[in-house]
C-alpha cells in the first residue's frame, strides 16, 4: 500500500516536473510572437511616416506656390491654411512616430554594404536618385535620411562617393561636409552636394569647404550620371 502511494506520488511530480518546462517554452514563444509584432509595427510606423511625409512636403511646396501667385488676399488665406493644416500633421507625425522609429530602416543599413551613400532627408529625392542609378547595377546605393546617420554611416564603410543634401533635419549639410573633412577616416571621400539653393555664393562656400561637386536640384539626369561616374572612375584607379 505504502509502496503504491509512493509510486503515485513519484509520478505526479515527474508529471508537473515534465510541465514546468512546457510552461516556460510557452512564455518563451509568447516574448517572440510579441517581440515580432513590436518590429512589425515599427517598421509599418517608420514606413508610413515616410510616405505621409513625402506627401506633404508636395503638399506644403504647392501651397506656398499657390501662396506666392495669388492675386488676391481670400486666395492667399485659402493657401494660408492649406500650409497650416499640413504643417499641423507634420507635427503630428514627429509626435506619434519617434525619430528613433522614424530612421530605424536607415540603422539597419549600418550592416550592409555599400559605396555611394545618399544623405538625403526627402525619400521623394533619394527614390528619384535610386531609380535613375538602377542604370548603373554595380553602384550599391545606401539612403541616410539624417546627417548623423549619414556621417556615422561613412565612417563604418567603404565609401567611394557621398551624395550630400543641404538642408536636413538635425544638422545641415556643411556641417557634415566639415566633419566628414575633419576625420581622417572620411576626408578622403569624394562629396557632391545636390541641393535647390543655386546662389552663387553658397557654392562656392561649400566647394572651398571641400566638395567635389555642387549640382543643383532640379538637376540634368545626364549632367548626374555624368559626374557619379567621373567620380567613380578615379575611385577605381586609385585602387588599382
Known amino acids: 500500500m505504502d509502496a503504491r502511494l509512493r509510486s503515485d506520488q513519484e509520478e505526479q511530480a515527474e508529471s508537473q516536473a515534465g ?31 515616410q510616405r505621409l511625409r513625402a506627401r506633404l512636403n508636395h503638399i506644403i511646396g504647392s501651397a506656398e506656390l499657390l501662396e506666392m501667385q495669388c492675386g488676391n488676399s481670400a486666395a492667399a488665406d485659402n493657401a494660408r491654411q492649406i500650409l497650416e493644416a499640413a504643417r499641423d500633421l507634420l507635427d503630428i507625425i514627429d509626435h506619434e512616430v519617434p525619430a528613433d522609429q522614424q530612421t530605424h530602416a536607415a540603422k539597419v543599413a549600418e550592416n550592409s554594404s555599400c559605396d ?13 536618385v535610386k531609380r535613375i542609378l538602377e542604370g548603373r547595377p554595380s553602384i550599391k546605393l545606401t539612403h541616410a535620411p539624417r546627417g548623423e546617420i549619414g556621417v556615422s554611416l561613412a565612417q563604418t564603410h567603404s565609401l567611394k562617393l557621398i551624395l550630400l543634401d543641404l538642408n536636413l533635419p538635425d544638422i545641415h549639410g556643411s556641417e557634415v561636409l566639415r566633419r566628414l573633412q575633419q576625420n581622417s577616416k572620411t576626408a578622403q571621400i569624394p562629396v557632391v552636394v545636390i541641393s535647390a ?34 567620380v567613380l572612375e578615379e575611385s577605381g584607379r586609385a585602387l588599382r
Open 116 to 128: 555611394v551613400l545618399y544623405i538625403e532627408d526627402d525619400p521623394v529625392n533619394f527614390a528619384l
Open 197 to 230: 539653393d543655386a546662389t552663387a555664393s553658397q557654392i562656392e562656400r561649400l566647394l572651398s569647404a571641400g566638395a567635389r561637386n555642387y549640382l543643383t536640384k532640379p538637376f540634368r539626369i545626364q549632367s548626374f550620371l555624368a559626374v557619379v561616374d567621373e
Open 19 to 49: 510541465e514546468v518546462p512546457s510552461a516556460a517554452e510557452e512564455l518563451r514563444h509568447c516574448r517572440e510572437a510579441l517581440n515580432c509584432e513590436t518590429l512589425r509595427r515599427t517598421e509599418l510606423l517608420a514606413q508610413l511616416s
